[in-house]
C-alpha cells in the first residue's frame, strides 16, 4: 500500500507566475535551512519551468541573488540525460547557462551528475558524492532540504519511467536506469532519497500534462504505469505548483492566496 500523503495544489494563471512561485519556495527554503542546520542541500530538475525559476533566481533585478546564502548552499542534480556536460539535452549545461554562470555559488558546492561516463559507473560516483558529502553511515539515506520534480506527459518524474526497472530500486540512492521507450539510459535520484526530501515540489506547467496530472492525482495507485504517484513523502506532504493549463482536470481549487494563486488540497490515499 503508498504511504498516505496530502498533495498541496498552488494554481498559477500563467507560466512566468508558477517560475515566480518556484523561485520563492527555493529561496525561502534555502534561507530556512541554512538558519536551521547551518547549510542547506537542494536537489533540481532540468526542464522549461525550472530554467525559468533559475533565471529569476539569478537576475539582478529580484532579491534572490542577494537574498540567498548561495555560500551555504550545496546544489545536486534529480537526474540526468547521459550526455556530456556541454551537450544541448544536458540539464547540467541548462542550469548554468540560466543560473550557475551568474551566481556567487562556490564551485565546490555544485555536484553534477557526470553524464558522459557509463551510466552504471556515473550513478555509483554519484551515489559515492551523496554518500561523502552528506557523511552518511552505513544504509543511511540522505534528507534533502528541498526536491524539485517535474512530470512528463507519460507520468515519469526524475528519470523513473513507466515500466523500467528502476521503479523497484529501494537500496540505492543514485542508480543508472534503461528506458526501452527512448533507447537510452539516465542517471537519477531513487524513490526513497525522493521521498526523504523536507520539501518535496513538482512544477508543472501546459495543457499537454493536464490529464496525466489528474491521473496521477485522482486515479488508481498505478505507479508501474504513472510512476510520479511513487512520490510519498515521509514528512506526509507534497507540493504541485501548477499553472491553469495543467490544472485544468483538477477539482478547481477555492481558496484565494496573497500571490493570487488558487490553494486547495487532495488527499493521497
Known sequence: ?????????????????VAMAAAELFASTVIAAVAARGLARAAISGGSTPKAMFALLADPAHNFLATIPWSSLQLFWVDERCVPPTDKDSNFRMTDEAMLSKVPLPPANIHRMEGELDPAIAAARY????????????????????????????GHTASLFPHTEGLDN????????????????????????????????????GAAKAEILAKVLL?????????????????????????SAAAS????????GPDGAAIGTLELS
Open 1 to 17: 500500500m503508498p504511504r498516505p500523503a496530502t498533495a498541496s495544489l498552488q494554481v498559477f494563471s500563467s507560466p512566468d507566475e
Open 127 to 154: 551515489e559515492s558524492e551523496i554518500r561523502n558529502t552528506f557523511k552518511l553511515e552505513g544504509a543511511e539515506t540522505p534528507t534533502f532540504d528541498l526536491v524539485f520534480l517535474g512530470m512528463g506527459d507519460d
Open 170 to 205: 529501494l537500496s540505492n540512492i543514485v542508480i543508472a536506469n534503461h528506458v526501452p521507450q527512448k533507447d537510452t539510459w539516465r542517471i537519477t535520484l531513487t524513490k526513497p532519497v525522493i521521498n526523504n526530501g523536507r520539501e518535496v515540489a513538482f512544477l508543472i506547467e
Open 219 to 243: 486515479g488508481a495507485y498505478a505507479p508501474e504505469t504513472t510512476p510520479s504517484q511513487l512520490i510519498r513523502p515521509a514528512s506526509g506532504k507534497v507540493s504541485f505548483l501548477l499553472d
Open 249 to 256: 482536470k483538477l477539482p478547481e481549487p477555492k481558496v484565494a
